[in-house]
Every structure is written in C-alpha cells, then in structure tokens.
C-alpha cells in the first residue's frame, strides 16, 4: 500500500532535506580536504643519477600531481617504472589547480595565469641547470598550459 505524505510532513521532509544540505555545504566550507597549496607546484618523484635530462609531467583538467599518473593498484609509473628506464633523469610533475567538480570551491584561474605560475615555478626550479633539456608529458588541460 502506498501511503502519500500530507502537506505539512511534506513540508517537514523538504525542510530536513534542505537542512541536511545546508550542513554538509557548511561542513566543507569549514574543513577543507588539506590539499592545495601543499599538492600545486613541483614535485619531484625521481632525482635521476647524475641527471642528463628533465621530464616533467602536468595534468589535466580535474586532475592532480600525483593521482593523475598513479594506477589502482598505487603504482605511480612516474615514481615507479619510468626511473626504470630512463636513470639518468629527473622525474617531476607539476601540479595546478585545475578542480571543476568540487562543491566547496573551484578554480578560478585563467589558462594564463596558470601558465605564468608554470614558468616562473619552473625558472626557479632550474636555476641551477638551466640548459638541461626537457622532455614534457603534458595531459590535456595541461599541454595547453604548457604551450601558452
């Protein structure tokens, strides 16, 4: 038997929806998964011996510095398998605010914006060796980063 609400516990069941709703917004506006500033930039994931050459990832869009190259399994093939082969470079990826589907907060940086924070972290990077090639491995929103 179907049984249909009344108006008033319609109502009721609205405003305990809405409220609920309410409430996790204020809760993730509150605490904020402990990302960001700690997860953009560079980060390097192989030293290399002796480093002849750079190789530097950037996500794309909705992705992130680590979790975008790491399979289910946690192999991150960066870190893991690519040092394997190619010992003699530096393994990094960069990471930027690149997040779409949040409720909390989205990005709101244009491409150039990103662009220009991607070289002015890369020449402080590379001060040291500023003539060792690079290889990039951009993703999506990231190879139009790299390029602008």
Known sequence: MIRLLSYEG????ICVVIGLALVCNLNSRQK???KRQ???GFIELSSGQDPVVDIIAIHGL?????QSWTAEDGTMWLR?????????ARILSYGYDA???SFAQTST???FRHAEAFVED???LRRTEPKRPIIFLPHSLGGIILKK
Do not use: Y
């Not at 319609?10 to 069941?13: C, H, P, Q, R, V």
């Not at 893991?80 to 003699?88: A, H, I």
């Open 10 to 13: 319609f109502l009721t069941l």
């Open 62 to 66: 909705d992705g992130h510095r680590e």
């Open 38 to 40: 700690k997860e953009l």
């Open 32 to 34: 904020p998964k402990p």
């Open 122 to 124: 890369l020449s402080q």
């Open 80 to 88: 893991d398998l690519l040092p394997n082969d190619f010992p003699n």
């Open 109 to 111: 940086q244009t491409i």
């Open 99 to 101: 997040n779409t589907r």
